[in-house]
């Protein structure tokens, strides 16, 4: 049996290259079992640049595939040039954009990641600096201005989640830990948090899954047992239900999923 040869992905972009990365990744989940090497090349300005790329290519190994998005009609255009087969996110949908908008694309590098709207900018610093500040109950004197406050097990995915809550949708997030004395028998929801009710959601897993997490990070611990876990995630399975909190399955979810999720559940 012959083995085939890893194949390459270029990601090639005048800005960040981000939203090159994002969509090759993308793309190429739909390829169960495929590894291809990597290889992202942001802030590419000339043509000089580009060809450079090219020459790189040229002596590489095959398959390879360019992914690019380029801004400028210029790199756009030499994109005819390279060795390789080309996904030209731009050029592919710009054109039928400015027919269906009626007005020419002004080609400008950088907008899609750059600070572009200042006022959405400072909201996502603001939020993210919020998010910091109230990670585990570290602050709770003004939790109140939190749009959504996540509550779960250690490691459940609280705060990855609220921080790309922050980051991509600039979303003021906080999460609180419950404590065994926030889970034993008729203990009412912490006082901080009443106020909150409309803004309050659980994150619940599955106790193998939790336990798998946390073996990880903290290895044959208690804290990592799966006796542990279970007793854990039982006791904030009834707590939400006691205090009728809404929960989230997290156990199958990316961070990505899990956020998406909530935003949909406080819509």
Same mark, same amino acid.
Request: charged share 25%; net charge negative; hydrophobic share 40%.
């Given at each position: 049996?012959?083995?085939?040869?890893?194949?390459?992905?270029?990601?090639?972009?005048?800005?960040?290259?981000?939203?090159?990365?994002?969509?090759?990744?993308?793309?190429?989940?739909?390829?169960?079992?495929?590894?291809?090497?990597?290889?992202?090349?942001?802030?590419?300005?000339?043509?000089?640049?580009?060809?450079?790329?090219?020459?790189?290519?040229?002596?590489?190994?095959?398959?390879?595939?360019?992914v690019?998005?380029?801004?400028?009609?210029?790199?756009?255009?030499?994109?005819?040039?390279c060795?390789?087969?080309?996904l030209?996110?731009?050029?592919?949908?710009?054109?039928?954009?400015?027919?269906?908008?009626g007005?020419?694309?002004?080609?400008?590098? !950088?907008?899609?990641?750059?600070?572009?709207?200042?006022?959405?900018?400072?909201?996502?610093?603001?939020?993210?600096?919020?998010?910091?500040?109230?990670?585990?109950?570290?602050?709770?004197?003004?939790? !109140?201005?939190?749009?959504?406050?996540?509550?779960?097990?250690?490691?459940?995915?609280k705060?990855?989640?609220?921080?790309?809550?922050a980051?991509?949708?600039?979303?003021?997030?906080?999460?609180?830990?419950?404590?065994?004395?926030?889970?034993?028998g008729?203990t009412?929801?912490?006082?901080?948090?009443r106020?909150?009710?409309?803004r309050?959601?659980?994150?619940?897993?599955?106790?193998?899954?939790?336990?798998h997490?946390?073996?990880?990070r903290?290895?044959?611990?208690r804290?990592?047992?799966?006796a542990?876990?279970?007793?854990?995630?039982?006791?904030?399975?009834?707590?939400?239900?006691?205090?009728?909190?809404?929960?989230?399955?997290?156990?199958?979810?990316?961070?990505e999923?899990?956020a998406?999720?909530?935003?949909?559940?406080?819509?």
């Open positions: 049996m012959v083995e085939l040869t890893r194949p390459q992905v270029y990601l090639l972009s005048d800005g960040t290259g981000i939203t090159a990365e994002t969509l090759g990744r993308t793309l190429l989940t739909q390829f169960d079992g495929l590894q291809p090497g990597w290889h992202l090349r942001p802030f590419v300005r000339s043509q000089e640049h580009l060809e450079d790329i090219f020459e790189r290519i040229r002596s590489g190994p095959l398959p390879a595939l360019v690019a998005t380029f801004a400028d009609a210029g790199l756009r255009a030499q994109l005819k040039e060795p390789v087969p080309v030209d996110i731009f050029s592919d949908h710009l054109d039928q954009l400015e027919q269906v908008f007005r020419t694309a002004e080609s400008v590098s !950088g907008r899609a990641h750059g600070i572009g709207d200042v006022a959405r900018y400072d909201r996502r610093i603001e939020a993210l600096n919020f998010t910091l500040a109230h990670d585990d109950g570290l602050a709770t004197g003004d939790i !109140g201005h939190a749009e959504v406050v996540l509550l779960g097990a250690s490691r459940s995915g705060t990855p989640t609220c921080l790309y809550l980051m991509n949708y600039g979303m003021f997030a906080a999460n609180y830990p419950l404590i065994p004395e926030d889970l034993t008729e009412r929801l912490p006082s901080v948090l106020g909150l009710r409309g309050l959601l659980g994150l619940v897993i599955s106790p193998k899954r939790l336990a997490i946390r073996e990880a903290r290895p044959d611990s804290y990592a047992s799966l542990q876990c279970r007793e854990e995630c039982l006791a904030i399975d009834e707590f939400l239900y006691r205090e009728r909190i809404p929960r989230l399955e997290v156990t199958h979810l990316s961070v999923e899990i998406s999720r909530v935003r949909a559940q406080l819509a």
